[in-house]
């Protein structure tokens, strides 16, 4: 059997369950479905249904535009963009607009835009996954003084997520502890924090599984 | 390290990161390149540190994070200064001090000075807090004071090249009144300080500090004011 055929199969495969699972056809209802099925294939894998070894939109970007030797300034300029914006979804901190995604694909290349759009898609587990691997605020206020600035960092690393994660942040507190407010949501982050690597993963799929960023994308 | 070696090391750490951002990058500017314009690009591409606008605790204005290469500028500059601030030219110096830390503490806050678990028996959180607050940086430890004394002085060379100083229309003037043994108010000082910062988009701050480094100018902290420092005038600033 050829290996490279057997590659090919593998990620056609993947291409067709993001698109069962992401595409805009799919109703909340099936994309939960789907996902709950894929989850528990992935936990009985032990994977916990994380996509390894393939980059995240942020990466993606960065390493496109290094392709065409610009730098984010440059590259944003061009593109008519903010530079901060650009560099705040190389560092899966913010996740773009579909607008502002287009604008990219235009300068990076037609060609990227299906790629550029499927990972967006999971960009905001990305920018979790990241906001998670930051030291936590409470760790950084002790560390760097008396601890007295902890609760304002706590709850300003609420405010700084992505509003699409926040959002699905806030729906997740509710359902589970019944509130959402900033000191709940800062209390799940710190908590998730704890979490083994594993665990932490299932953690940010179930939060991110809410996140509907196809309304965006007809509008 | 005495002031005189460090001053040139920031000197040539700043050809080394320019050259090697142009080398990479092709040209980044039509005329004379001031630093400023590409402090972003020689943080993300030349360091690898990913920079990010963030809403920060007040008082704070930037915080290195050395271990996951991140610098972080809150998005909150205008609550911590005055109205007319440009709050462009403050993060522009906030980034280049934060660039003076990864240049010249990274080996310090990474391997010797945070070894040990902290009270709370946790591993330490290497990174840096930058604090506008003047009470706050006089709780410092000799050792914090030292590295934010040396990243200010990293910051103004770095965005306040010698050369491109000397050729501002408010240096030449300043330069010739000098010789004619004219007298300045602090008041006109404190106006061509701030020319000078919004050629190069720095902070007033940062520009006052360079002038001072480099003996232009002499600073009364108690009055606030500023002096000519005569003698400076004789020496070609770029052999200091």
């Not at chain 1, 600035?149 to 609420?158: D, F, N």
């Not at chain 2, 005495?2 to 320019?18: G, H, K």
């Not at chain 2, 604090?131 to 200010?152: I, V």
């Amino acid at each position: 059997m050829n290996r490279k055929r057997l590659r090919r199969g593998v990620e056609a495969l993947w291409e067709a369950a993001d698109e069962a699972l992401w595409g805009e056809g799919t109703t909340r209802e099936e994309r939960a479905r789907l996902f709950g099925a894929m989850m528990r294939e992935a936990v009985a894998r032990g994977e916990c249904g994380s996509r390894k070894g393939e980059p995240t939109l942020g990466e993606r970007l960065k390493a496109l535009r290094l392709e065409q030797g610009m730098t984010p300034s440059r590259a944003s300029r061009q593109a008519g963009l903010e530079a901060s914006a650009w560099r705040s979804w190389e560092a899966s901190h913010r996740v773009p607009s579909v607008r502002e995604l287009r604008r990219v694909a235009g300068l990076l290349g037609p060609g990227t835009w299906r790629e550029l759009s499927r990972l967006r898609r999971r960009a905001p587990a990305a920018c979790l996954a990241r906001a998670l691997a930051t030291p936590s605020p409470f760790r950084v206020a002790r560390s760097v003084g008396d601890g007295s600035e902890a609760q304002e960092a706590a709850v300003l690393e609420v405010r700084n997520l992505d509003p699409h994660l926040r959002q699905a942040l806030e729906t997740w507190c509710r359902e589970t502890r019944g509130t959402a407010e900033e000191t709940v949501l800062a209390d799940a982050l710190e908590r998730a924090r704890g979490l083994d690597e594993v665990e932490r993963e299932g953690w940010i799929q179930a939060v991110c599984a809410g996140i509907q960023l196809e309304e965006e994308e007809r509008t | 390290m005495t002031r005189r070696n460090l001053r040139e090391r920031c000197r040539s750490d700043r050809d080394l990161l320019l050259d090697a951002l142009v080398r990479r990058f092709g040209p980044v500017s039509q005329g004379p390149l001031f630093p400023a314009e590409v402090i972003d690009d020689v943080l993300t591409e030349v360091m690898g540190y990913e920079l990010v606008d963030e809403e920060l605790p007040k008082g704070q204005l930037a915080v290195c994070d050395f271990e996951r290469r991140r610098v972080t500028v809150t998005t909150r500059l205008a609550d911590n200064v005055h109205p007319k601030t440009d709050l462009v030219a403050l993060a522009n110096s906030t980034k280049a001090h934060e660039l003076g830390h990864i240049r010249l503490h990274t080996e310090e806050i990474l391997h010797t000075d945070r070894a040990t678990p902290d009270l709370f028996g946790e591993a330490p959180v290497r990174v840096l807090v930058t604090y506008r607050d003047e009470l706050r940086k006089t709780r410092l430890s000799a050792a914090e004071r030292r590295r934010e004394r040396e990243a200010d002085l990293y910051a103004s060379i770095f965005l306040v090249p010698d050369r491109l100083l000397e050729e501002q229309p408010a240096m030449l003037r300043l330069r010739k009144a000098v010789a004619r043994h004219e007298d300045f108010s602090s008041r006109y000082l404190w106006r061509l300080t701030y020319d000078l910062a919004r050629a190069f988009r720095v902070s007033g701050t940062l520009m006052k500090n360079r002038l001072v480094d480099l003996e232009v100018l002499v600073y009364l902290d108690k009055e606030r004011e500023l002096r000519v420092s005569r003698q400076s005038m004789l020496f070609d600033l770029e052999e200091q």
